[in-house]
């Protein structure tokens, strides 16, 4: 079975220090592992995806995720943040669990960025 | 390339009505899902299809409709709408399936349905 775990419901940084979002999953296959961001009242976003290529995940807007096998986690990370920043973030594991191409979603962690 | 889009963009119900959730997608995409979204839940699939003709079920598809007679559109349905049926709703697509050369696909969501049931 499948399922993703987002260890913070709600994280607060200041503008310029690092973020780390949580995410820890499971999976009985290889997993394909996503973050999205949503902005408030938006649709939501693909921020970067997990392919197996390699296991530091560059995305949009100087964000990355490190996939590490051993811990089952797959962290989103950022040096430097931004007031832009401020939104909801996703942990979503892919499935191979059914016919179906079915995504399982984190509950997600709120990022506020204190100016 | 409008990507997906949804309509209506907001909608308030009574309870007992039914009404339809419009979803298009113009990328040739074969997968189509739609998930609601629920404060402190993430999202949650209702219903996704594989491609034109084949729907199947969720995590939570009771009280929702589906059916998929062309490629583009993947409308869902409410059959008669109850308070807990109050959420937004999102329409997503997909080009390839998990497994084998497509193992990990983007799923593209659309702009999202904030629905109200009174």
């Known amino acids: 079975a499948q399922s993703v775990t987002q260890l913070d419901s709600h994280v607060s940084v200041s503008e310029g220090t690092p973020v780390l979002l949580r995410c820890n999953y499971s999976?009985?296959?290889?997993?394909?592992l996503f973050w999205y961001v949503q902005h408030p009242n938006k649709g939501l976003q693909l921020l970067l995806k997990?392919?197996?290529?390699?296991?530091l995940v560059k995305g949009i807007n100087g964000f990355e995720a490190e996939f590490k096998k051993s811990e089952t986690s797959f962290h989103l990370t950022k040096p430097s943040a931004h007031m832009s920043d401020a939104a909801e973030y996703f942990c979503?594991?892919?499935?191979?669990?059914?016919?179906?191409?079915?995504?399982?979603f984190g509950t997600g962690t709120s990022l506020t960025v204190i100016p | 390339n409008a990507g997906v889009t949804q309509t209506p963009k907001f909608q308030v119900l009574k309870t007992g009505q039914s009404m339809t959730l419009q979803c298009a997608q113009d990328?040739?995409?074969?997968?189509m899902s739609w998930y609601r979204q629920d404060p402190g839940m993430g999202l949650r699939l209702i219903h996704y299809?594989?491609?034109?003709?084949?729907?199947d079920q969720g995590e939570v598809p009771n009280g929702y409709n589906v059916s998929r007679s062309t490629t583009e559109d993947f409308p869902l349905r409410l059959l008669s709408a109850a308070p807990s049926q109050t959420s937004v709703y999102f329409c997503?697509?997909?080009?390839?399936?998990?497994?084998?050369?497509?193992?990990?696909?983007?799923?593209?969501f659309g702009p999202g349905t904030r629905l109200l049931v009174l």
């Open positions: 997503a697509s997909s080009y390839g399936r998990f497994g084998g050369d497509y193992y990990q696909e983007t799923q593209y």
């Open positions: 999976s009985s296959y290889s997993p394909s």
């Open positions: 997990y392919t197996s290529a390699a296991t």
């Open positions: 979503v594991v892919g499935s191979l669990e059914s016919a179906g191409n079915q995504f399982y």
């Open positions: 990328m040739n995409h074969e997968y």
């Open positions: 299809s594989v491609g034109a003709g084949i729907t």
